[in-house]
């Protein structure tokens, strides 16, 4: 899912000072999970903006909010709330807020930094294992990824700084090439480490990214 955590709230009011009415826009997926655009948060955003002077023509949580055509529909259901507003503050991840901006003339603020794509260890609790390089090494890698989870992406590790199994980039972390070693070893793959992975491909990582998946 998409980490994203809502901006600071003076720097959000200092966002919309031009703009007194504000229509909220939230997400009911990862924004939801991420407790940075859920129903809670926009009410409580709401609540906050009303108490700082603002006036709130309306709300509304998308589905997805990175879905454009949702996004589009649902805004043209709230039609006239949209129009009395003079910005629409979204709290939704980038993708969100980009959907909602093309989908309305409207002045749009983002209320959230998005983050990382990110696993969930447990409720409230996120960690970055993919930075979506686009040529997937973990079948090679046991499982556990070295471009995201090595502070220096050495796609053939360890590097020298490695310190019983330690990181030396970050000491309370794992190194993750002594993680591989380990999960090789237990899969009798070590031989596996021999063979060199060459550099990478940044042609792979190109943006925009796109893909139209043809049936
Ligand atoms: S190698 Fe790592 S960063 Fe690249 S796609 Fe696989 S998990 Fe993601
Ligand atoms: S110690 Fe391991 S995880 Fe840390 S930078 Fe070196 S290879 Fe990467």
Request: aromatic letters at 4%; a neutral charge; glycine letters at 10%.
């Given at each position: 899912?998409?980490?994203?955590?809502?901006?600071?709230?003076?720097?959000?009011?200092?966002?919309?000072?031009?703009?007194?009415?504000?229509?909220?826009?939230?997400?009911?997926?990862?924004?939801?999970?991420?407790?940075?655009?859920?129903?809670?948060?926009?009410?409580?955003?709401?609540?906050?903006?009303?108490?700082?002077?603002?006036?709130?023509?309306?709300?509304?949580?998308?589905?997805?909010?990175?879905?454009?055509?949702?996004?589009?529909?649902?805004?043209?259901?709230?039609?006239?709330?949209?129009?009395?507003?003079?910005?629409?503050?979204?709290?939704?991840?980038?993708?969100?807020?980009?959907?909602?901006?093309?989908?309305?003339?409207?002045?749009?603020?983002?209320?959230?930094?998005?983050?990382?794509?990110?696993?969930?260890?447990?409720?409230?609790?996120?960690?970055?294992?993919?930075?979506?390089?686009?040529?997937?090494?973990?079948?090679?890698t046991?499982?556990i990824?070295p471009?995201?989870l090595c502070p220096k992406g050495v796609l053939n590790g360890p590097c020298g700084g490695m310190d019983n199994g330690r990181c030396e980039v970050d000491a309370e972390a794992e190194c993750a090439w002594f993680q591989i070693y380990e999960l090789l070893k237990?899969?009798?793959?070590?031989?596996?480490l021999?063979?060199?992975?060459?550099?990478?491909?940044?042609?792979?990582?190109?943006?925009?990214?796109?893909?139209?998946?043809?049936?």
């Amino acid at each position: 899912m998409i980490i994203s955590r809502q901006k600071p709230f003076p720097e959000i009011l200092a966002a919309l000072q031009q703009t007194p009415r504000v229509f909220l826009v939230g997400c009911a997926k990862c924004a939801t999970v991420c407790k940075s655009g859920g129903e809670e948060e926009v009410w409580q955003m709401q609540e906050a903006l009303s108490a700082a002077g603002k006036e709130v023509s309306g709300s509304l949580i998308i589905d997805e909010a990175c879905h454009m055509l949702r996004a589009g529909r649902d805004l043209r259901g709230k039609k006239e709330q949209v129009e009395e507003a003079d910005a629409l503050l979204v709290l939704a991840c980038g993708a969100g807020v980009q959907s909602i901006a093309a989908a309305s003339a409207k002045i749009t603020v983002s209320g959230t930094d998005t983050l990382f794509l990110g696993n969930i260890r447990r409720f409230g609790q996120f960690e970055q294992r993919c930075s979506l390089c686009g040529n997937c090494l973990l079948t090679e890698t046991a499982g556990i990824c070295p471009v995201t989870l090595c502070p220096k992406g050495v796609l053939n590790g360890p590097c020298g700084g490695m310190d019983n199994g330690r990181c030396e980039v970050d000491a309370e972390a794992e190194c993750a090439w002594f993680q591989i070693y380990e999960l090789l070893k237990s899969q009798s793959r070590l031989e596996r480490l021999a063979t060199i992975t060459p550099p990478k491909d940044f042609a792979r990582m190109l943006k925009p990214g796109k893909l139209k998946i043809e049936k």
